[in-house]
C-alpha cells in the first residue's frame, strides 16, 4: 500500500487540500478539496477569519476518510508576514489582520526611530515591504498596547493552524524570516533587535527546521475526521515551498513563484545583506535546509485576479491571456509595483488612472487592460534578472516559473523575450509538491532535496519557451 501525504496549502485567494504518493519513483498528486479564500472587510479593517479557514482544513481532511486514503502525514502552509497573538488561555488577542490592511501605514518611520533602515537590512537582510510583521506589531505597539502586554505567545497562522490540530506550540523557520524579526546569521529570532523595538521577547517561540514533526491530532480532531496522523512542519510560507519544488537538475538557478505576488530570484548559501542589495529591495527568506531565497517581490497575478473578478469572473485566465495577445500593439506600461496596485478599490480604474497621469493611451477594453498587466510584468521581470546578475556576480540561462502562474503560456513567452532567457513553466501546484517534498524527507522516501527534486522533474511534464527574435 502507498503511503499518502496531505498538504494543505491555503493561499491569499484559495485554499486546497492535495493528497501525493509515490508511484513508480514519480509523485502523484490529486486534489479532494479546495475552498475560496479572501480578507474580510470589517468597520474599516481587512481581516482573516481563523475560525472559518479551520473549518475549511478540518471539512478537507474528512474526505481522507471519505475517500479511504488515509495520510501517514499532513502539513499547513500559506502566505507570509500575518500571525496570531495568544493569551495565557491560548486565546487569540484582537482581531487578526491582513497584510493589506492599512494600520502599518507610517510605522515604518515608528521603526526607524528605534533601528535606522540601514542597520534594519544588515541585521535581517529581508527587504521593506511595509506589511512585514515588524511593522504590523509596531502597529500594535502604537494602537493596541494592550494586547502585546496581554500576549503570552506569537505564531504566525500556519503554525496556529497546526496548534489547533495537535495542541502544540511549534513555530517554524521560513514563515519567521518573513517577519524580518530573525538574523540569517544565528537563523533564530533576533533577540536583541526585538527588544530594541520594546516587543516582548518571551512570546516567540524557538524556530524549527521543516521536517520536525510537532505531533499527532487531538483526541477532538482524530474523532471528527476519523483518522489520526502525524502533523509535521513543511516549508510554511508558501513560497519557501514553492521553491523547493524549483525542477533542478544543479543547485542553482533564476526562479519566478508566480501566483498572487511573483516571487523572483535564487538560491544562495549566504545571505546578502549589503547595503547594495538593501537598495535594490532584494530580500533573503528564509528556505529549506537553510539556503536563502535571495528574491525580490513582484505585484504578480494579483492584478489580473483582480480585474478578474470586477469583470464578474466571466473570463477565464486563459481567455484573459488570449485576449491580451490579440491586444498586445497596445504600447502603455505601468510600474507593477507602485503602492496604489496593492489594495485598489478598482484595479482596472487604477490601471487607467495611472496611464492617465503618465501621458499614455489609457487601455478601455479587457484585452488592453491584460496586456498592460502581462507586459509590465514581463518588463518587471526583465529589469529584475539584470539587478541579480549584477548582485550575484553571475549569468544565468534559464528561468524556472513555477506556481499557477506558469500555466500563463502568454505571460512565459513575454518572460523569455523580455529576459532574453530559456522558461521552463512548471509544475503548477509547486507549493503543494513542496509541502509535500518536506513531509515525504521526513518520511523516509525521498533521502533529500537533490532527490526530492529529481523526482519532481520525472514527475511532471515541465513546458519550455525560448526567446522569440
Known sequence: MASYYLAVDIGAS????????????????????????????????LLWDTKRLF????????????????????????WAVDYVLLDKDDNVLGSTYGYRDSRTTGMDEEVYKLVPEKELYKRTGIQKQIFNTIYQLM????????????????????????FLLTGNKVSEYTNATSTQLVSPFDKQWDEELIKLLGYPKDIFLPLNMPGTEIGDLKKEIYEEVGFNCKVVLCASHDTASAVMAMPLASDSGLYISSGTWSLMGTELKKADCSEESGQGNFTNEGGYDYRFRYLKNIMGLWMIQSVRHELKDVYSFAQLCDMAEECKEFPS???????????????????KDYCRRTGQPVPEIPGEISTVIYQSLAD????????????TCRKYDSIHIIGGGSNAAYLNQLTANATGKTV????????????????MIYGKELENLAEARKCVFDSF???????EA
Not at 476518510?65 to 502525514?73: D, G, M, N, R, T
Not at 511534464?461 to 526567446?467: A, T
Request: hydrophobic letters at 35%; proline letters at 4%; one cysteine or more.
Open 424 to 439: 521552463y513553466a512548471g509544475p503548477g501546484e509547486a507549493t503543494a509538491i513542496g509541502n509535500m517534498m518536506a513531509q
Open 14 to 45: 484559495s485554499g486546497r487540500h492535495i493528497l501525493g504518493h509515490l508511484e513508480d519513483g514519480k509523485m502523484v498528486l490529486e486534489e479532494i478539496y479546495r475552498f475560496e479564500n479572501g480578507m474580510d472587510k470589517q468597520d474599516g479593517k
Open 380 to 391: 518587471c521581470y526583465g529589469k529584475t534578472v539584470q539587478e541579480i546578475e549584477h548582485n
Open 55 to 78: 473549518t475549511e482544513i478540518v471539512n478537507g481532511m474528512k474526505v481522507c476518510k471519505k475517500l479511504e486514503k488515509i495520510p501517514y502525514s499532513m502539513s499547513i502552509d500559506t
Open 139 to 162: 502597529a500594535v505597539k502604537m494602537q493596541s498596547p494592550g494586547l502585546l502586554e496581554e500576549a503570552e505567545t506569537f505564531l504566525m497562522l500556519p503554525d496556529y493552524f497546526q
Open 333 to 351: 506600461r505601468v510600474d507593477v509595483n507602485d503602492s496604489v496596485f496593492l489594495a485598489p478599490d478598482s484595479m482596472t480604474e487604477e490601471i
Open 461 to 467: 511534464g515541465i513546458k519550455q519557451y525560448e526567446p
